[in-house]
């Protein structure tokens, strides 16, 4: 056992379910949390957004389409970002259907997903922040909550992620994370002593100075990213390297051969058969 940044992994490698475990269950629900619990992963990874009320929600697009039936439910409604709907509406929504539909990642097809998965994934409602992280406190377990931009509000979402970090005494199982700078410093100044982990999707040569300059404690690049040269740069500075989004078992070994610290994956079942 390892510790890595406060947060434990067995063999010192994090299995990080993304959003959940994606493919396997609708992502970014409790279901996909469970399923990726059970599959082994030492935390999950979630999207976090903020509805019209003000009501933090887990969501990764800007908008309902891809994930939800919003279209058929409020067909009327020009706009279909959450930012424009109360928890109340988004409640009347249906984030399993889309899953069966769309089978993202074959699973159901290949027979991985049973029929009474299915059955329970059916009428799945979106879940808050706070359910999320009461799932997580409950089974003692770790959470990545990748903060996204949500326009329009008067209030920082940032502000209200960390809030409610605090008010549930969690401090030491979650990991912020966002491509959004600024949010990443807020969250440093209002608490440091959570760790945070910038993301990053575009080759970078000053790696260091990006990591110094928000003092975070993960670098989280794309996988095609991510070098020798980087790992050891990154390792002397003894920042931690968590790679996304990998789900072939080789190219699992291959990042874990390296010494990155995390592996974020739709598929924490297949990461979770590797050994270093």
């Given at each position: 056992?390892?510790?890595?940044?406060?947060?434990s992994?067995?063999?010192?490698?994090?299995?990080?379910?993304?959003?959940?475990?994606?493919?396997?269950?609708?992502?970014?629900?409790?279901?996909?949390?469970?399923?990726?619990?059970?599959?082994?992963?030492?935390?999950?990874?979630?999207?976090?957004?903020?509805?019209?009320?003000?009501?933090?929600?887990?969501?990764?697009?800007?908008?309902?389409?891809?994930?939800?039936?919003?279209?058929?439910?409020?067909?009327?409604?020009?706009?279909?970002?959450?930012?424009?709907?109360?928890?109340?509406?988004?409640?009347?929504?249906?984030?399993?259907?889309?899953?069966?539909?769309?089978?993202?990642?074959?699973?159901?097809?290949?027979?991985?997903?049973?029929?009474?998965?299915?059955?329970?994934?059916?009428?799945?409602r979106?879940?808050t922040?706070?359910e999320?992280?009461?799932?997580?406190?409950?089974?003692?377990?770790?959470?990545?909550?990748?903060?996204?931009h949500s326009?329009?509000?008067?209030?920082?979402?940032?502000?209200?992620?960390?809030?409610?970090?605090?008010?549930?005494?969690?401090?030491?199982?979650?990991?912020?994370?966002?491509?959004?700078?600024?949010?990443?410093?807020?969250?440093?100044?209002?608490?440091?002593?959570?760790?945070?982990?910038?993301?990053?999707?575009?080759p970078?040569?000053?790696?260091?100075?990006?990591v110094?300059?928000?003092?975070?404690?993960?670098?989280?690049?794309?996988?095609?990213?991510?070098?020798?040269?980087?790992?050891?740069?990154?390792?002397?500075?003894?920042?931690?390297?968590?790679?996304?989004?990998?789900?072939?078992?080789?190219?699992?070994?291959?990042?874990?051969?390296?010494?990155?610290?995390?592996?974020?994956?739709d598929?924490?079942?297949?990461?979770?058969?590797?050994?270093?």
């Open positions: 056992m390892k510790n890595i940044s406060g947060f992994a067995q063999g010192g490698l994090l299995n990080i379910g993304h959003r959940g475990a994606a493919s396997i269950a609708p992502e970014n629900t409790l279901w996909a949390a469970q399923k990726a619990l059970e599959a082994g992963a030492d935390m999950w990874e979630l999207d976090v957004r903020m509805a019209a009320d003000g009501e933090l929600v887990l969501l990764h697009d800007p908008t309902l389409n891809r994930t939800s039936n919003a279209q058929q439910v409020f067909s009327h409604r020009r706009s279909q970002q959450v930012t424009s709907f109360t928890l109340a509406e988004l409640h009347q929504l249906d984030f399993g259907l889309k899953y069966q539909q769309k089978d993202p990642f074959g699973q159901i097809a290949a027979g991985v997903v049973s029929a009474d998965d299915l059955l329970c994934y059916a009428d799945t979106i879940p922040l706070q999320a992280l009461a799932f997580t406190r409950d089974h003692n377990w770790q959470v990545n909550i990748e903060i996204e326009p329009g509000h008067t209030v920082s979402i940032v502000a209200e992620v960390m809030a409610l970090i605090e008010k549930m005494g969690m401090n030491d199982q979650v990991l912020i994370t966002s491509f959004h700078h600024r949010h990443l410093l807020e969250a440093r100044a209002i608490n440091p002593r959570i760790a945070t982990g910038v993301l990053d999707l575009r970078r040569r000053q790696i260091m100075q990006l110094n300059k928000l003092q975070v404690q993960f670098y989280l690049p794309r996988a095609s990213l991510v070098t020798a040269k980087m790992m050891t740069t990154l390792q002397a500075q003894g920042v931690e390297v968590a790679v996304w989004t990998v789900n072939e078992p080789a190219e699992m070994q291959k990042f874990m051969n390296m010494g990155v610290s995390g592996i974020i994956t598929f924490p079942q297949r990461l979770s058969g590797l050994t270093l």
